[in-house]
């Protein structure tokens, strides 16, 4: 792989994820930042990209993670940063009440950085109690996220829920939802900005 700025590790594409992709290298393009997508393990391991993106669909949902080759560190998953971020931007409120259904990587990422910003935090997985889980996502949060690798909420169950939903998959079958692809892009962008200006990501 020739240097260039980000090399994008992506070796099992579905629909959502070439979309995703997609729109990331549109990012890419418009902010002057260069890139390689590799797709096999012998052209990411020879990479010389100053950052580096593993992009891994799992089902109908990805996972963002970047690292910083030059500093040497580890950065919080780009797609629980970009949840943190928009959540803490347009609910500032600490009273919020916030469900996050997934605890993963991306999961427990997120849990830690709204608990330490002081909101009250349900910490839910696809294998909970459907009835309590969906009872406090329904009457109790302010706010879900959806971050598991299915779907959680049909439809019927979606329609008589008031909570704003953040689905990073397809976590809820409904269109009144918000996605957060655009905002871990941004994570992605700034990190690389940073990076090319020197400054620690």
Not at 1 to 29: F, H, Q, R, T, V
Not at 40 to 68: F, G, H, M, Q, R
Not at 104 to 133: A, C, P, R
């Amino acid at each position: 792989m020739n240097d260039c700025d980000l090399g994008i590790y992506y070796d099992n594409p579905n629909e959502a994820s070439d979309m995703y992709l997609k729109w990331l290298l549109k990012d890419c393009e418009e902010n002057g930042i260069s890139y390689e997508v590799c797709h096999n393990a012998v052209e990411w391991l020879t990479s010389t990209s100053k950052s580096e993106l593993y992009l891994e669909p799992i089902l109908d949902s990805w996972i963002n993670s970047i690292k910083c080759n030059e500093h040497n560190v580890d950065s919080p998953s780009a797609t629980a940063q970009g949840i943190y971020d928009y959540i803490t931007e347009h609910y500032p409120d600490r009273a919020e009440i916030i469900a996050v259904i997934g605890r993963g990587l991306v999961g427990s990422q997120l849990i830690e950085q709204l608990i330490q910003y002081g909101y009250t935090v349900f910490e839910f997985n696809s294998k909970s109690d459907f009835h309590i889980m969906y009872k406090i996502c329904a009457s109790v949060a302010d706010i879900v996220v959806g971050l598991a690798t299915q779907e959680i909420f049909n439809e019927f169950e979606c329609k008589y829920m008031d909570s704003v939903l953040i689905d990073s998959g397809n976590n809820f079958n409904t269109k009144n939802k918000l996605r957060c692809g655009k905002w871990t892009r941004q994570v992605i962008i700034d990190r690389i900005k940073r990076l090319k200006e020197g400054a620690e990501i």
